[in-house]
């Protein structure tokens, strides 16, 4: 059964740093697409960062220059560091690879 499960979020003020965590497990996702979502209370989900196959990156503009993605084959994992945090980037995150999603990580971020 395939599984991925986010860890590290939580409540930090603004300015501060956060780093989120996606263990896979069932299947590798080494040299697969993994993704990182959010969704703000009262929004659509919306797209944060993801890296491809070869390890090329994308961010939405309003995380570029503050978030990365970056990922550990050999730990089955994928990982987003968020520095700058902003109170806008309060959220559940979800990781997300091909058809598979994670139930999701709350982050707060206080003003």
């Known amino acids: 059964q395939v599984q991925l499960v986010e860890s590290g979020g939580g409540l930090v003020q603004a300015g501060g740093s956060l780093r989120l965590a996606c263990a896979a497990s069932?299947?590798?996702?080494?040299?697969?697409?993994m993704g990182w979502f959010r969704q703000a209370p009262g929004k659509e989900r919306e797209f944060v960062a993801r890296?491809?196959?070869?390890?090329?990156?994308y961010y939405a503009d309003s995380v570029k220059g503050r978030f990365t993605i970056p990922r550990d084959n050999a730990k089955n994992a994928v990982y987003l560091q968020m520095n700058s945090l902003k109170p806008e980037d309060t959220a559940v995150y979800y990781c997300?690879?091909?058809?598979?999603w994670g139930q999701g990580t709350q982050v707060t971020v206080s003003s």
């Open positions: 997300s690879s091909q058809d598979y």
């Open positions: 069932g299947r590798t996702f080494s040299g697969v697409a």
């Open positions: 890296i491809s196959w070869s390890d090329s990156t």
